[in-house]
């Protein structure tokens, strides 16, 4: 009997018109997930326009602007399910003024299809060069620590299939893996339109010998398996409080459990304030129960009434996190309007806002190259750069690899109120 995995969150990225969408559309039509309606439409569509083959991107490019321009521009959420696992899919934009999207749909994500369209790369240079798209999102993708990276090599009928050039390309992503310190590769030649090597192997292509890209995506290793062993990590989301007699006095702290685990009779601290208590009980939707895990919505009651609020962070009681008011971080800017030192700007970091201003940029991703460059006074759209920032209260920070929650953070300009920015902790200055 076959045993069934948990859910598995993974993005497609990569380049404008890498064939993400179509890929996509591929995967759900082959591996049965599509309703009736849903094949009526892709085939309908596809008999009206002359013989040509089915658009498969119109499962995911659900905006009417994005069927007219051909291009994703939200990032479009599907399920479907295997016998052996289910899987959730976002597919994220490629184009450069959609960055933020593609970053939003990588933060939560167990693994990454990066798209490389094999037909637009020029195979006469002596050096083959990857498209700056593709280095931006890998950068991102490093930044994020996303633990699996299958690189599907596409259009591969266009190239008629060749096997060098998939190796010079597989090379040339190896040399940008490298230099961002991305491991856990694998690559995959595929004609997402074709559906060559995405659910069944192609015959056109004897010479690969691993796997179809949903076998690979199939036994991946599972979040939990990844995430054993983490320190208990829970922000304060919102305050119960019942007022009635001294019978019936119930304060609950609510939230979500982040990273650890916690049981009844354990010993916390809350953070900022290093305030010891005993965890007396824990409540879940169905009822009370002794203990709660990762990912799990819970309300926590204590043995002793504290002054709590949203914000604050219950962490395990000889956990030797130290709240700090000073960072080290490495962001992606998302606005129009360049990063300017002499602003300040509101920081979320999980559950807490509070005023946030950068000390020092120490240095900007040139993703042509790779290369830091310092020196610079602006951060501009779309620019990873890595920044010092001064904060005006303290925050229970951690750092990004040691937990993904404790060590991310969001910027937010004061006066519009937009999401200029999304970082993640590398440093901490307590």
């Known amino acids: 009997m076959t045993t069934k995995l948990t859910p598995l969150r993974f993005i497609t990225a990569g380049s404008v018109d890498d064939g993400k969408s179509t890929l996509i559309g591929r995967l759900l039509y082959d591996s049965k997930a599509l309703l009736t309606d849903q094949i009526d439409l892709l085939q309908n569509k596809g ?107 596409n259009k591969m009928d266009l190239l008629d299939y060749s096997r060098e050039k998939f190796e010079r390309i597989c090379t040339a992503y190896q040399a940008l893996a490298e230099q961002l310190g991305l491991r856990n590769l694998r690559f995959v030649p595929v004609s997402a339109l074709l559906g060559d090597n995405l659910v069944y192997s192609s015959e056109s292509m004897p010479w690969y010998q691993g796997e179809p890209l949903l076998s690979i995506l199939e036994n991946l290793p599972t979040k939990e398996q990844q995430r054993k062993g983490e320190a208990f990590f829970f922000p304060v989301q919102y305050v119960i409080r019942q007022d009635a007699d001294k019978q019936n006095d119930f304060r609950g702290y609510q939230g979500r459990v982040e990273a650890g685990e916690i049981r009844v009779g354990d010993k916390i601290r809350i953070e900022p304030s290093a305030q010891q208590a ?139 109120y937009h999401t200029v920015a999304a970082g993640i902790i590398t440093g901490l200055d307590s």
């Open 47 to 153: 008999s009206k326009n002359s013989g040509q083959a089915i658009d498969f991107s119109r499962l995911t490019d659900g905006l009417e602007a994005e069927r007219e321009q051909g291009i994703t521009i939200d990032v479009a959420y599907r399920y479907f399910s295997t016998p052996k696992r289910k899987f959730i899919i976002a597919d994220t934009p490629g184009h450069e003024q959609y960055t933020r999207n593609m970053v939003t749909g990588a933060s939560t994500a167990t693994a990454a299809v990066v798209l490389i369209d094999a037909s637009q790369l020029n195979f006469a240079a002596e050096e083959l060069q990857l498209l700056a798209q593709t280095k931006r999102h890998s950068a991102i993708l490093r930044l994020l620590n996303c633990p699996h990276i299958i690189v599907a090599v």
């Open 278 to 416: 005993e965890i007396r009980e824990i409540i879940h939707p169905k009822g009370a129960s002794d203990s709660a895990k990762t990912d799990q919505v819970i309300t926590l009651c204590l043995d002793k009434d504290i002054d709590i609020s949203r914000g604050d962070v219950f962490v395990a009681q000889d956990s030797p996190l130290v709240p700090t008011q000073a960072l080290a971080a490495t962001l992606c800017w998302f606005d129009q309007r360049p990063l300017n030192p002499a602003r300040k700007y509101l920081l979320k970091h999980t559950t807490k806002t509070v005023f946030a201003r950068i000390k020092h940029i120490a240095s900007v991703l040139d993703v042509e190259t790779l290369s830091q460059s310092s020196g610079r006074e602006q951060v501009a759209v779309n620019d990873i750069a890595r920044i010092n920032l001064v904060l005006q209260q303290p925050i229970a920070a951690t750092l990004y690899e040691d937990n993904a929650v404790g060590g991310s953070f969001i910027l937010i300009d004061e006066a519009t």
